[in-house]
């Protein structure tokens, strides 16, 4: 089990590569132009998006390498393994979180100007989005396979698209979001709660769908 939560995060991590890292950089030129003293909140939305899709691009550097039939070969269970698939989703979190303090630090470095509500909803954002996502993506791979998953991300990856694009245009401002920004930690067991039950149908799902084809 643990051997295959570590194989996972090394596939996570391998994910970084110079293609995800030129988009990333193109990314915050692009907010730190247009954006001034929210590039660094925005760009950590753009980060939780790609948090999420690296870890379908994991799954499909497996189907590339057959790892599910030598999986099959593995004394570890079908729950086991979908749990560990879920575990390092968790694992990873950090990885969105550190990026939304470090973004949200360095636009106060250039501009000079410290948005407490920024920061909170960013980490917020980053410790919710990516779970979100991989939950709501887990269940199309182990039923219809990598392609599909890959195209049910569009709805959300449009979704996070639009309201960067509103909030650019004025549409919408932080202070529209102060419910969030000013009660995080009120908010945060409802969140867990709800986290933990959307991974656990989300999970189910993936299971059963993983033995079907199985």
């Known amino acids: 089990m643990r051997g295959i939560i570590y194989k996972d995060l090394c596939l996570f991590f391998k994910g970084i590569d110079k293609i995800v890292l030129l988009v990333l950089g193109g990314l ?16 950590s939305f753009a980060l939780d998006m ?14 590339k390498t057959a790892w599910g039939k030598y999986q099959r070969t ?9 749990a560990g698939k879920y575990a390092v989703v968790l694992l990873t979190v950090p990885v ?26 960013s980490v917020l954002m980053a410790a919710v989005v990516p779970p979100v996502w991989a939950a709501f993506n887990l269940p199309f791979y182990y039923w219809l396979g990598s392609q599909v998953a890959q195209f049910a ?5 449009f979704f996070f698209v ?24 009120s ?3 409802l969140t867990l709660l709800a986290l933990a039950g959307l991974f656990l149908v989300s999970l189910a799902i993936s299971a059963a769908g993983c033995r079907c084809k199985g």
């Open 28 to 43: 915050l030129v692009l907010f730190a132009a247009s954006s001034g003293v929210y590039a660094g909140m925005l760009f």
């Open 50 to 63: 790609m948090v999420g899709l690296l870890h379908l691009t994991a799954l499909e550097k497996e189907d």
């Open 74 to 82: 593995l004394p570890v269970g079908v729950g086991k393994v979908i």
């Open 96 to 121: 969105s979180i550190a990026g939304a303090v470090v973004s949200n630090l360095a636009a106060f470095a250039i501009y000079r100007t410290f948005l407490p509500e920024a920061l909170r909803l």
């Open 153 to 157: 991300c569009c709805p959300l990856a």
């Open 162 to 185: 639009f309201a960067i694009k509103n909030f650019e245009d004025g549409m919408w401002a932080l202070s529209d979001l102060t419910f969030l920004t000013g009660n995080v930690l």
């Open 187 to 189: 908010l945060l067991p």
